[in-house]
């Protein structure tokens, strides 16, 4: 797993050979970008399933509480599979777009 320090967020992205063991290192390292907006793009080499991504509904509910954005980025996800509260996402371009769009709604008090 790399992290790197972004203007506006931190980049988190799976260098592991597994979900599994990308999973675990993120929940390992969450102490050090829990209280930051937080983009993590899992590495098409990885195959995950859409089960897989339900792991990130409890991540996605404690960084809305602290008022901070979680994308998830995969490009072979469907979307329609995946929970509505899980924000997942194809690209790296539409993850920001994403962040940038929820910035602005906390802005406006939604």
């Known amino acids: 797993m790399q992290i790197i320090n972004k203007d506006n967020y931190l980049l988190i992205t799976s260098e592991?050979?597994?979900?599994?063991?990308f999973y675990n290192a993120l929940v390992e390292e969450k102490v050090n970008w829990i209280t930051q907006h937080t983009i993590v793009e899992i590495s098409g080499d990885l195959k995950?399933?859409?089960?897989d991504f339900s792991l990130f509904l409890d991540i996605a509910k404690e960084k809305k509480d602290l008022k901070t954005s979680f994308v998830v980025v995969y490009k072979d996800v469907d979307v329609d599979e995946i929970s509505?509260?899980?924000n997942i996402v194809p690209t790296l371009q539409e993850a920001e777009d994403l962040l940038e769009m929820e910035n602005i709604e906390r802005e406006l008090g939604f």
């Not at 592991?16 to 063991?21: G, K, L, M, P, Y």
């Not at 995950?48 to 089960?51: C, E, L, S, W």
Request: net charge negative.
């Open 84 to 86: 509505e509260e899980t």
């Open 48 to 51: 995950v399933n859409p089960k």
């Open 16 to 21: 592991e050979n597994s979900f599994t063991a």
